[in-house]
């Protein structure tokens, strides 16, 4: 996660049908600004403005402190520097204030921490000059708070900011500089004591304790049974490329430059990775992007089949040959043939396709002449071919033949920029196909996808947030929409084992009764929340008795 990637959206949760707008477990109000004005003008001239700019300080200094916190728990931040920007994000999106040049330096390093920061659009300025008019010193109190807080939260070491310059005071932006304590020096004395009061601590404290107490309560919810429901049919399509990582960037600039080469390219990376999208991508930008695309996955048929579905067969070559047939060999001519799982090939079938790329020409099965074809070949494994070739199990000279560029497609993990863009454009995508309006992720939804390890890829991504946006029942997709894998465990599953290693049936079973618990026996509740009719229930409630009953005998 990074700073730049905060939406307001995902971070807050409207819960309008309950009166609450929740940011993580703090809960958050809407106020018009001038409310704020009022009470500051009210402040002022009740309790002077020394005691009221220490009050502001001070309310300043906790809502900072409390955003750091809250910001460091949603969220595996990319590195800690990208976790202190992200207050000065926070801050905007709240509507408080526009940081606009932003200096941080001794955050990664050990060097001293120095801050500079400006700001424009500040609604403290605003508010100060339309109820108390302008004034001769700067007055953005709660703000200069706010990233004091905020850093102090950051760097767990008491950090001041004082603010130099002020639009009120008649400057073009505010200016606030921040250092450590112990490097202010006697610049920072008169400054201090605004930011004192003991309660400050102590109420910081005792907000700790009940936010933990709180998400204790919350992990407990947590564990209840989980729904599961079949996907829906998987939707058609490419993934589109959106990609931010520099290694996946390097990965289609790679295939840019091979495209228009016409040589074979072998394409390797972990299941789901994209290898058939970087294929079509190859075909795409080539001469032959006119001629046809075919693809063929080598371990999915019997070597007879697929030495027939690659090279034809002629009328009478086996039983069944009832007609000539063309091979895909054929079928792709002028255009581009991929052999997906080319690893799976047996060693017949490797030797046909050595001669296949060497002599360009193919023998359909029961043909006794060859006839010339002019395919482009890409070939596609998720093994190691060369461990492969090393045990003789797969041909050195079709290696090497197919390996004249390989492109390797790193896994998801390795790259865990891509994985919010692309969760995005999946949410997106799912959302209009379904009809739903679904706009955006919880902050918590979207921290376990980035702090899950995605064994099946880009694949498994999109997967999941397809069945989110089945499960979902409100605008926006939360943790309860995510499958149990994804938590760390509980749910459906007990500890140890893999959903593979269950039936689906098993799986479902177990769904079904979970969810029927959680309703206390409410069939209707129940069918609704899974997302099936009552009578499909009913019916499968049935099956479930007899089952047990067959155990009983
Ligand atoms: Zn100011």
Redesign the pocket.
């Known amino acids: 996660m990074r700073a730049s990637d905060l939406k307001v959206l995902e971070l807050l949760d409207f819960r309008a049908d309950e009166g609450v707008i929740a940011f993580h477990d703090q809960r958050m109000l809407l106020y018009d600004a001038d409310v704020i004005g009022i009470l500051r003008r009210e402040l002022v001239e009740t309790v002077g403005p020394k005691a009221a700019r220490g009050l502001l300080t001070r309310f300043g200094y906790a809502d900072g402190y409390r955003d750091a916190q809250t910001l460091k728990k949603l969220f595996h931040w990319e590195s800690p520097e990208e976790w202190h920007k992200a207050g000065l994000v926070l801050h905007a999106l709240e509507g408080k204030a526009l940081a606009v040049k932003t200096r941080l330096s001794g955050l990664a390093d050990d060097g001293p921490f120095e801050a500079e920061i400006r700001?424009e659009n500040?609604y403290?300025?605003e508010q100060h000059l339309r109820h108390l008019g302008p004034a001769t010193e700067?007055?953005?109190w709660k703000?200069a708070g706010y990233v004091s807080g905020y850093f102090s939260a950051c760097l767990g070491d008491e950090i001041y900011f004082v603010?130099t310059?002020?639009?009120?005071?008649g400057?073009g932006c505010?200016r606030a500089v921040g250092k450590r304590r112990a490097d202010w020096g006697a610049e920072l004395e008169p400054h201090l004591e605004y930011f004192k009061a003991a309660s400050v601590q102590d109420e910081i404290a005792r907000l700790e304790q009940a936010l933990r107490a709180q998400r204790q309560a919350a992990s407990r919810q947590k564990r209840e049974a989980e729904r599961w429901k079949s996907l829906a049919q998987r939707l058609q399509g490419p993934h589109a490329p959106v990609v931010r990582s520099r290694a996946m960037r390097d990965v289609f600039e790679l295939a840019e430059r091979v495209a228009p080469a016409d040589t074979t390219v072998l394409l390797t990376g972990e299941s789901g990775t994209g290898k058939e999208l970087v294929a079509r991508l190859l075909h795409e930008r080539s001469r032959r992007a006119k001629g046809p695309f075919v693809a063929v996955n080598c371990g999915a048929l019997p070597e007879p089949l697929l030495e027939s579905e690659l090279f034809g067969h002629v009328r009478g070559a086996f039983t069944g040959a009832v007609a000539d047939k063309k091979g895909l060999f054929e079928e792709a001519s002028h255009g581009t043939l991929l052999l997906d799982e080319i690893a799976e090939a047996p060693p017949a079938i490797q030797v046909k396709l050595l001669r296949a790329l060497q002599e360009r020409e193919i023998r359909r099965v029961g043909a006794t002449t060859s006839v010339a074809v002019d395919v482009r070949v890409l070939a596609a494994t998720n093994r190691n071919l060369e461990q492969a070739v090393a045990r003789r199990e797969f041909r050195r000279d079709l290696y090497y033949r197919l390996n004249v560029v390989n492109v390797v497609l790193p896994p998801l993990r390795e790259r865990r920029e891509d994985i919010v863009p692309l969760a995005r454009l999946f949410l997106e995508r799912y959302a209009a196909a379904q009809g739903k309006e679904i706009r955006a992720m919880s902050a918590e939804a979207l921290d376990l996808l980035t702090g899950y390890a995605w064994p099946g890829n880009v694949r498994e991504l999109e997967n999941v947030l397809e069945r989110a946006v089945v499960l979902a029942t409100r605008d926006r997709i939360t943790v309860a929409d995510l499958p149990p894998a994804l938590r760390g465990g509980g749910g459906l599953l007990a500890p140890g084992e893999s959903a593979g290693a269950l039936p689906l049936r098993a799986l479902e079973r177990r769904a079904i009764l979970a969810a029927l618990e959680q309703h206390h026996g409410n069939r209707t509740r129940t069918a609704k929340d899974l997302g099936i009719s009552l009578h499909t229930l009913w019916r499968k409630l049935k099956a479930y008795e007899r089952d047990a009953g067959t155990r009983r005998r």
């Open positions: 700001w500040c403290e300025t700067p007055v953005c703000l603010e310059d002020c639009c009120a005071t400057h505010c």
